[in-house]
């Protein structure tokens, strides 16, 4: 059974640049999560989709947005990069609330 | 605002030994509790996961417990070997009802505690 599948790995992106992160779902799971994870703050929630409609929002810059296919893959783009968006993104799905998350490897993006 | 606090930061224990790792939440609330387990550079690995309704779940050398009356949750560790050595994350989910009542959630974290088991 294939777990969460993200791609990139690894992306080096130029401050000012935009960036696209893909994220496959397990199959079944129709609800994806994204998070951020930095030394100094943590993992925080950047946003939920479900059924190709954002659920809910974290408190991240409207520069942070994403979108859900009718697959139920997602992607998250980052536009206008800063130096501080430097972080491992990693997504989760589940198939609907009450059940656990499952998580993928992430994305390590830099920006320099 | 959902606030998760794990205890300790870091923990370094001789290989054999059994071993609690402490999570606190403030808002009761809660859908569920879910440990995960991350290794450097990599992502998340659930470990266990607790429904509300539920005052405990085992998985192995695995044990964790859940109290929403007193905010607390607790993972055991039995008889750790090095190869436990990782960051273990607690996350709460909380319900978040959108406007057409449907229930969404999200996790809210702890910061970790860092775990080595050393030989």
């Known amino acids: 059974k294939a777990g969460v599948t993200q791609t990139p790995r690894y992306l080096i992106k130029t401050r000012g640049q935009q960036v696209t992160l893909s994220c496959s779902p397990i199959s079944g799971h129709r609800s994806v999560s994204w998070y951020q994870q930095t030394p100094g703050q943590g993992l925080q929630f950047l946003f939920e989709y479900f059924s190709e409609t954002q659920r809910n929002k974290g408190n991240f810059p409207g520069r942070f947005s994403g979108r859900q296919f009718s697959n139920s893959r997602s992607e998250m783009n980052v536009s206008t990069l800063e130096l501080g968006d430097s972080a491992l993104y990693l997504c989760?799905?589940?198939?609907?609330?009450?059940?656990?998350?499952?998580f993928g490897s992430g994305t390590r993006l830099t920006v320099v | 605002k959902q606030e998760v606090t794990q205890i300790p930061a870091a923990l370094s224990v001789p290989e054999g030994e059994n071993l609690v790792l402490n999570c606190s939440f403030t808002?009761?609330?809660?859908?569920?509790l879910q440990w995960f387990r991350q290794d450097p550079g990599k992502g998340l690995t659930s470990l266990l996961l607790i429904q509300s309704s539920q005052r405990e779940q085992t998985s192995g050398r695995l044990n964790a417990s859940l109290d929403k009356s007193s905010g607390r949750s607790t993972l055991y560790i039995a008889a750790s070997q090095p190869g436990d050595s990782a960051t273990y994350l607690c996350?709460?989910?909380?319900?978040?009802?959108?406007?057409?009542?449907?229930?969404?959630?999200?996790?809210?974290f702890g910061q970790g505690t860092i775990l080595t088991v050393h030989p």
């Open positions: 808002d009761s609330a809660i859908y569920n």
């Open positions: 996350a709460a989910t909380r319900p978040a009802a959108n406007a057409g009542g449907t229930s969404y959630g999200k996790l809210t």
């Open positions: 989760a799905s589940r198939r609907v609330l009450g059940y656990g998350y499952t």
